[in-house]
């Protein structure tokens, strides 16, 4: 699932899609708004309106 239309999708899903591709791929979420384009500030801001916020040290959202 591609993370780019990220403000259309199910918070939850993109939570744990977002929490799999930083640890298995990229190693942050600087790397993966890069890679896939996307404003990181934009992201973690939509997954806030959830009640999930980035936990930089986790490199995760909880």
Same mark, same amino acid.
């Given at each position: 699932?591609? /993370? $780019?239309?990220?403000?259309?999708? +199910? %918070? ?5 899609? /977002?929490?799999? $591709?930083?640890?298995? @791929?990229?190693?942050?979420? @600087?790397? &993966? ?5 996307? +404003?990181? @500030? $934009? &992201? /973690? #801001?939509?997954?806030?309106? #959830?009640?999930?916020?980035? &936990? %930089? ?6």
């Amino acid at each position: 699932m591609d /993370v $780019k239309n990220f403000d259309t999708m +199910d %918070p939850v899903m993109l939570m744990s899609i /977002v929490n799999m $591709k930083i640890r298995d @791929e990229f190693g942050n979420l @600087e790397n &993966l708004a890069k890679y896939y384009g996307i +404003d990181k @500030e $934009k &992201l /973690v #801001a939509r997954l806030a309106t #959830a009640g999930f916020d980035y &936990l %930089p040290d986790a490199k995760q959202f909880r």
